[in-house]
């Protein structure tokens, strides 16, 4: 097994540059999709814009913390944090507890803010997957030890998830788990099976649930049922259409006034391709490739495995909530409800994805070039 190292350089520039690009339009978007609805809702244009650069200095600090702290010490850290999100996924099905919206139940109340526990979880998984196949590195082709134990543990998160319910961010961290495993080695054929085994379950979920059934239908053909399941894959369709090469220009979106539902949040991608045009979403979709090549940079340059794993992971964690997020706006994934990481108003995204990132800007200070 490699030994870690334990030489100490800067953080990745280049990952530094394109969050804080991702943060400064997340701040200039939240406002331009907000404004009109906020003082509608609230008698105060800034309403959302307040809260989501609140986030982002907490955030910020999270950050600071996380890159500072050697994160070789989150390796004895995994099993307390671990124990910490399963309760608090535990506490949300308490309703004295917890807090409902939309027909589900998602959130703890903390005094006079609401955190999401799920976000969280998503952390601590790729902790657990990260410091198991350390453990298990020489016992990967093996099912009962190498990969059992990560399968149990992950259903330890998903199900509680899945029953919030949070069809959406349980299927990312199902997909960044196996992502992780396949990539450090795992038989393909495990894989192949579980994903297989899945797949009544998976059907099983959507039909149980008709809204669920509704979206993958409106996602076939929205056209079908345009006022109800299709409005918001046809409302952000005319934003995109509407935004062309070069956009409408900043603020001047139509579908983010009453239009398109949760334009400041699941759909801001889609306030960006109208009022940015192509020309604004490929700059965002560059600013996360950078993000996600510099991970996977860091990954394969840190010399221990735990680094290299919990890099891959983290990276994965915001690459794939990204591309979900951008899929649906898009219309190439059925719309779930997922925030797009750094953009999206949302305060315990933003704080989980900063504590990822600051993670992945640590690991980046003892990473080596190679040649």
Avoid at 39 to 66: H, N, P, T
Wanted: charged share 15%; hydrophobic share 55%; glycine share 10%.
């Amino acid at each position: 097994m490699q030994q870690p190292s334990h030489t100490h350089h800067g953080a990745d520039s280049i990952l530094r540059i394109a969050l804080a690009l991702l943060l400064l339009t997340g701040l200039v978007m939240v406002y331009s999709a907000s404004a009109v609805f906020a003082m509608d809702e609230y008698g105060d244009s800034y309403y959302f814009l307040k809260r989501q650069a609140l986030w982002c200095l907490i955030g910020l600090v999270v950050l600071l913390v996380a890159k500072s702290v050697d994160y070789r010490r989150l390796q004895g850290l995994t099993y307390p944090i671990m124990f910490l999100c399963f309760l608090l996924l535990m506490a949300v099905m308490v309703p004295a507890l917890s807090q409902e919206a939309g027909g589900a139940r998602r959130w703890l109340k903390l005094g006079p803010v609401a955190f999401q526990p799920s976000e969280l979880a998503k952390f601590a998984l790729v902790l657990f997957i990260a410091k198991s196949l350390v453990k298990r590195a020489d016992h990967l082709k093996n099912f009962a030890y190498g990969y059992l134990p990560n399968l149990i543990v992950l259903g330890f998160f998903f199900l509680p998830i899945l029953f919030q319910p949070d069809f959406g961010t349980a299927m990312i961290i199902g997909a960044v788990t196996f992502t992780m495993l396949f990539v450090a080695g795992l038989r393909t054929k495990f894989l192949v099976y579980s994903g297989l085994a899945l797949i009544p379950f998976i059907i099983s979920a959507i039909l149980s649930q008709g809204y669920r059934t509704r979206r993958i239908l409106a996602f076939l053909d929205p056209w079908q049922d345009p006022s109800d399941a299709g409005f918001q894959a046809i409302q952000s369709f005319y934003a995109f259409g509407r935004g062309g090469t070069f956009g409408v220009g900043l603020g001047d979106s139509n579908q983010k006034l009453f239009y398109l539902p949760e334009a400041h949040t699941d759909f801001i991608f889609s306030v960006i391709g109208e009022e940015l045009g192509f020309i604004g979403v490929m700059c965002i979709t560059v600013l996360f490739a950078l993000v996600i090549w510099r991970g996977f940079i860091t990954a394969y340059r840190v010399k221990d495995d735990f680094g290299t794993h919990l890099a891959i992971g983290l990276t994965l964690l915001i690459g794939i909530q990204a591309f979900v997020n951008m899929g649906v706006a898009t219309g190439l994934l059925p719309t779930k409800g997922l925030t797009l990481p750094f953009i999206s108003l949302g305060g315990s995204s933003m704080v989980v994805s900063m504590l990822a990132m600051g993670v992945l800007l640590n690991i980046s200070e003892h990473a080596v070039a190679r040649r």
